[in-house]
């Protein structure tokens, strides 16, 4: 997986979260997404798994009632 810098790959979008591709194989595919207030992710390919990594920011909050594990 190749080094990236966040900050450098930083893009915002008005209507929507913005993915960022960073790598991707058969396997996994890793995107960096930037939100503006009130954005989310929405629900998409069932089945998948999904770890989410917060750098900055606040009022994290599900949108959905899923069962989420949290690692600390």
Do not use: W
């Amino acid at each position: 997986m190749p080094a990236t810098d966040f900050d450098a790959e930083r893009q915002y979008d008005d209507e929507q979260f913005s993915a960022q591709p960073v790598f991707a194989n058969d396997r996994i595919k890793v995107v960096l997404g930037y939100f503006e207030p009130g954005q989310f992710i929405p629900v998409h390919a069932p089945g998948s798994d999904v770890a989410i990594c917060v750098r900055d920011g606040s009022d994290v909050e599900p949108k959905i009632d899923l069962p989420t594990r949290v690692l600390q």
